[in-house]
């Protein structure tokens, strides 16, 4: 049983005890990120129509493995995810939408029996530890981002990525993570590093390698 939403988490927890999941192959949703998703398939038309009337709140969990594993067709999907809430929607022809999804929690998932049309989880809100993060390591985070967002920046001129000011140290490791780092296998194990300051600096690490690895060969970095 999950234990009482807290810290500000009480709007999603009317949802955690059959959390709608959402199964994405390549998006990780991380708290305090917007997610714009367009949502096309029947099953998950219904799963946002339903979740509109009741809660507001859904999980985006990343398909681990596309192979179908049971007899209703469905992909193996990660056991952490991000649970958000919808803040905006668009209802277009033909019964889709655009929704624009606002990450909430790290939770982890226990699969409910399946009833149609979309899988349902028993969602546990991930609370981390009280580590402290020093301001070595957040300034080697700000630094790594600012820089690649330059490198990017440089690439495509209409690119931009902003930090809230005074965000908490995870908060900007996860919009980091969020908006910068590009292979989603990274970001899903991002989201499963629950020790903040392992956070920081894996998120710093990820994008000083990133940066390394897309320079043109011979160039100098500063």
Known sequence: MSPPASGGLSDIAEALGALPLFP????????????????????????????????????VVMITDPTPVDAHGHPTIASVAGAGTILDHVELPGGRYNILLRGRARVHLRELAFVPPYRRAAAEVLVPSSEEISQVDVSALVSSAAAFASFVRER?????????????AALIADLCAHHLVLDPRQRQAILE??????????????????????????RELN
Request: aromatic share 6%; glycine share 2%; charged share 25%.
């Open 156 to 168: 495509e001129r209409t690119f931009e990525f902003r930090l809230p000011r005074d965000a908490p």
């Open 24 to 59: 994405l192959p390549q998006t990780v949703l991380f708290p305090g990120a917007l997610l714009p998703l367009h949502v096309f398939e029947p099953r998950y038309r219904q799963m946002v129509r339903d979740v509109l009337e009741t809660h507001r709140s859904m999980a």
């Open 193 to 218: 590093t629950l020790d903040p300051r392992a956070r920081v600096q894996r998120v710093a690490e990820v994008l000083a390698m990133q940066r390394l690895e897309l320079a043109p060969t011979g």
